[in-house]
Structures are given as C-alpha cells and as structure tokens.
C-alpha cells in the first residue's frame, strides 16, 4: 500500500467520484484510484496539473496543506504544500468499517483487511428475494435515530463550519461527501458509524470511540454547530455542542432512497432518488424540504417530484440539484412552499452528479467531467470551463 501512493504526473479523468474545493486547487476523486489535483487559479482554463495515486480512494478533506484521504480502511495524511510532490506523513490502519470502501454507483464494496483492499470490480446485477431481517441484523420497525437513542453507545460549519476552524483554511466539499471537518474535529461516516478524529495537530490525527447510528448511513454535511447525516432511510440530526462527542438530536425517516442532504436556515434539502444497483434501492425520486427550526423534531414542509436527483447545492436560497442524466436544475427555493413553480435554469446537456456553489462559481462533476459555470445570474448560468472524461 505505501509504496503505491505517490505523486504521477497529470493524467486524464477517467471514472469520476467526488469533487473537493480548497484556495485555488480543485481536487477530483479517480474512483478508488486517486485524486486529480487541478488549479483553478482561472476558472476559464482550469489546469490538470497532477494526479495523486491512492488505492481505494473515495473520499477526502483539507485543511492547512494536509489532505486527508481514504485508502479502503485507512486514513491517510498527506502533505501536499507541493501538490506535485506530495508527502505522506501519517497512515493509520483499519480505522474504517471494512465495508466502508464504495462502488462508483454509490455501492459499499466489502473489503476483509487481512487479504488486501479492492481496488478494481467488475458489476452484475442479481435479482433475489431477502428479508429486511437477513440484511439489516438486528433490525427493529423504528426510525434509525430512535434505534440509535437507544443505544447507550451512541454518545461516544457548514461548509459553514470553517467559521470554527482553528487549524488554518479548510475546503469544502459537496453533498455526496462522508468526510467533513468542524473545528479541530475530522468527522467521517461508514455503513452505520460515525468516526471522530481529533486534528488539533492537523498532522497527527487521533482516533476517538466510533458513534453508532444505526445502517445505511451515506452522507454527512456540517451546518453551524450540528452535522447532517443521510442515510437511505431518513436523515439524522447530530448536535456538536461537545465536538470530541457528537449528540443524536433529531431526524426524520423517508422512503428507502439514495439520500444526500444540505442545508441553509431553518430547512434542509434532502433528495431522494431510486438506485437499483446501490445498496439504498428504493422507488422515490423527490427532493423534502424539512423544516429544522426545531431540530430536535424536524417537519417535512414540502415534498416535490424530480427525475432522478443526485447531489445538491445551495446558496443564498439558490438551489442546485443534479439529475444524474437528466442534467442540472436550479431554483430559486426563497419561498419553501413553492420551489417548483420557481425552476430559473435546467441544463440538460450535461450528467450532473454533484455540485460546490462557491459564491460565484459553480463547480459541477458527472459520469463525463467536470465543469465550472459563473451563477451571478442564476436564470442565465455562464459556461466558463470544462475537463471533458477521456473516452479511453
């Protein structure tokens, strides 16, 4: 495993995952290859500069020129001041759930630690009746959170978060992300637990006790002082009060969906989507908006169809959805009641995954490449760049 993760010169996107943002450099996740290391000095003509091998990657997040980065079931600290010749400072081993390692359709890939880490997978669809109880053990007709305030164990900003940020400039991530940081705490969510790591030290992380939150866990996104979890069962509200001990406070339960989440105000934008190759199944395709003013019994407000959502953005009630073949979508979600009547903008010719709104510029990966538009006029959006996926 370490003599495989290094620095290599640029090379072509191939199979894309997930999309971080931090200063001038946009970092894009091979899937479970690495991580393309681009700078977007000018957004017009972004530059693949360099591309950083890690096996089994996935996810990754920022903060003062340490990347850390997912390498199955390890977490890797990487020094990247020079992001062409990266170093590697620290590597712990098997601090993630064995299943933590995902597919590129959003899948968990098992992985036994004892005989090494997939990195490559070849996907069939199997078609074969089983009971919730077979696959989820244990399993109890409650909502994932009431099961986890049960459980005695469970007690161990935003991008927004960075407000709180001691250890210098952090970036920041889309919704599909499993890594987020708030203050001087790393968090990262598995199948069914929560991972916390003190970075005081940003190069010498030290792993707490995992908080259990029940299974199919997905996403997480940092708001103020609280952490957003998506599940394909619900979304899970989590008070970080206490940093180095996130609280259960809240959730609701919805359809069994693919389920990223952001959030903004007193409301959450959740987005459910049917998967039939993924793990999180289901037949929804919708975005909730859920009202959080009382985030320890969060209300969905409205429910509105969609084509089949992914990732989502928002900024300043400026609402971006992706819609995986069906393009990219933004609404002016001002009024809660009424995001539908209020589409300012549908680009179709594109596969939109995920989205990073940055103020101004609007970073938008999919199935073929990452692209970047200027959003200062939402109802007219701006192409301003692309790096196509190379067809071979």
Same mark, same amino acid.
């Given at each position: 495993?370490a ?19 931090v200063?001038?450099y ?5 899937l ?7 700078d ?9 500069i ?7 990657n996935?996810?990754m997040?920022?903060?003062s ?16 001041t ?7 400072i620290?590597? /712990?081993?098997?601090?993630? !759930? ?16 004892s ?6 997978y ?6 074969e ?6 696959m989820?053990?244990n399993?109890?007709p409650v ?8 459980n ?11 407000k709180?940020?001691s ?9 599909m992300?499993?890594?987020?940081l708030?203050g001087?705490? /790393? #968090?990262?969510?598995?199948?069914s !637990? ?25 996403t997480?996104?940092?708001?103020q ?12 509200i #989590?008070? /970080? ?5 996130p ?6 339960s919805?359809l069994?969906a ?9 409301y ?7 998967n ?19 985030a ?26 992706c819609?995986?073949?069906y ?21 179709k ?5 995920d ?19 200027? #959003?200062?006029?939402?109802?007219? /959006? ?11």
């Open positions: 495993m003599a495989a993760i290094q620095s290599e010169p640029a090379k072509a996107l191939r199979k894309t995952g997930k999309i971080y943002a200063d001038q946009i970092l894009v996740n091979e479970n290859e690495g991580i393309h290391v681009i977007n000095s000018n957004p017009r003509n972004p530059q693949n360099g591309f950083i091998a890690i096996p089994g996935v996810d997040a920022v903060r020129n340490v990347l850390y980065a997912d390498a199955g079931t390890d977490l890797l600290v990487l020094d990247i020079i992001p062409k010749a990266i170093k590697v620290k590597h /712990l081993e098997n601090v993630f !759930q064995p299943a933590s390692l995902m597919a590129a359709n959003g899948a968990f890939i098992n992985a036994d630690p005989k090494g880490i997939v990195v490559a070849k996907e069939r669809l199997v078609t009746q089983r009971s919730c109880d077979e989820i053990p399993r109890r909502a994932w959170w009431e099961w986890n305030s049960a005695p164990n469970s007690n161990f900003v935003s991008n927004d978060a960075g709180a940020n250890g210098g400039a952090t970036g920041k991530a889309g919704s992300a499993r890594f987020t708030y001087n705490f /790393l #968090y990262t969510v598995g199948p !637990q929560m991972q916390v790591f003190n970075v005081a030290n940003p190069t010498n992380p030290q792993k707490g006790e995992p908080v259990y939150l029940g299974g199919g866990i997905e997480i996104f940092p708001y002082n609280k952490l957003f979890i998506g599940s394909n069962a619900g979304m899970l #989590y008070s /970080l009060a206490n940093p180095a001990a609280t259960h406070i809240g959730g609701y919805h069994r693919c389920d990223p989440v952001v959030v903004e105000g007193n959450a934008y959740v987005t459910l989507r049917t039939p190759n993924s793990f999180c199944g289901g037949n929804a395709n919708q975005l909730d908006v859920v009202d959080i003013s009382n320890a019994l969060p209300q969905v407000r409205k429910t509105y169809p969609m084509q089949n959502p992914h990732g989502l953005g928002i900024d300043k009630s400026t609402l971006f959805i819609e995986g073949n393009g990219l979508k933004v609404f002016n979600a001002a009024n809660p009641d009424a995001i539908a009547d209020n589409l300012l903008a549908h680009k010719d594109l596969h939109a995954f989205v990073i709104p940055l103020g101004k510029n609007l970073l938008v990966i999919g199935e073929d490449g990452f692209r970047q538009y200027d #959003y200062s006029n939402p109802k007219s /959006l701006q192409f301003l760049s692309k790096i196509p996926v190379s067809p071979n």
